[in-house]
Every structure is written in C-alpha cells, then in structure tokens.
C-alpha cells in the first residue's frame, strides 16, 4: 500500500511563495508517477502538475506554467510543489497523487493513490 501525506499549505497573499510537500511510503515508490492535483470551492478538481518515475519527464497545466516546479527526491520518497508568484485563484486544496503504469498523466482517473490534501489560502 502506498501512503502519501501532504504538508506545506497555508495562508499567503498574492505574490508570495509556498512549498508543498508530499512524502511517500517506500513501497514501489521508485517507479510511480506523482502528481498535484487542486480543488477550489465550487469548482471540479483540476490537474496541476506531474513527474515521472526518474524526474526526467514533466507536465504543467497551462495556468501554473512558469510559477509553479514539481521536483521529485527519491532519496526522501517525496516530492516538492515550489509555488511561486501566487495569485488569488491558485487558492484550493491540493492533493498529492501517485500512479503506477502512467507517464505524467494529467488524468485523475489514472491514479490509485491520494493523499488528504493540504489547503492553500491566497488573499489579495
């Protein structure tokens, strides 16, 4: 069984940075895919970023491109959602999302492991 477990959220305002992690257990966590995924009030869960198994393989949704860095250390079993330029609709939940058989897919349905989330609150 795979066990992820997010930390990082929190209150920042339009501007600023934050650094979401997401720490894995060990179990076959070497050949997964790992992404972020959001969910803002009202609004369906969208994808975010991802990584493939060795980090040579990145995706970015159009609306993080060029903000946001997912960076993946295998020697801690995590990976890092660096958020930088944060802007008021960045503000949801975000979930850490693991994968095995998929490359960098951008497909919630595609993933059979989830964390509970960690809120990001942006103010203006």
């Known amino acids: 069984q795979v066990q992820l477990d997010e930390s990082g959220g929190g209150l920042a305002q339009a501007g600023d940075s934050l650094r979401l992690s997401c720490a894995a257990s060990?179990?076959?966590?070497?050949?997964?895919?790992m992404s972020w995924f959001r969910r803002a009030p009202g609004k369906d869960r969208e994808f975010v970023a991802a990584?493939?198994?060795?980090?040579?393989?990145?995706s970015y949704a159009d609306s993080v491109k060029g903000r946001f860095t997912l960076s993946r250390d295998n020697a801690t079993n995590s990976v890092h959602l660096q958020m930088n330029s944060l802007k008021p609709d960045d503000a949801a939940v975000y979930y850490c999302a693991a994968a095995r058989g998929v490359v960098s897919s951008s497909s919630q349905y595609d993933y059979a492991y989830w964390g509970q989330g960690t809120q990001v609150i942006v103010s203006s």
């Open positions: 060990r179990h076959t966590f070497w050949d997964f895919t």
């Open positions: 990584i493939n198994w060795n980090g040579g393989t990145t």
